[in-house]
């Protein structure tokens, strides 16, 4: 089963989309893009448990 995490759910607009076996990877997908794309230097914790709200299964 592939988990998917749709940045656009985070930031509008943003057409991005992390995909991994578990939720450890995509987590890991979207700090790596928040980081690269978005200037996010650390992902608050706010914003994580937003972020694990927003993964769904595909
Ligand atoms: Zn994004």
Known sequence: ???ELRCADL???CN???QGEDDSEVMKK???HAKNVH???AISLG???KA???I???
Do not use: Q, S
């Open 11 to 13: 930031m509008p607009g």
């Open 39 to 41: 200037k996010m230097v």
């Open 16 to 18: 991005f989309v992390a």
């Open 52 to 54: 694990r709200a927003a």
């Open 30 to 32: 979207t700090a790596e």
């Open 47 to 49: 914003v994580e448990k």
């Open 1 to 3: 089963m592939t988990r």
């Open 56 to 58: 769904r299964a595909v």
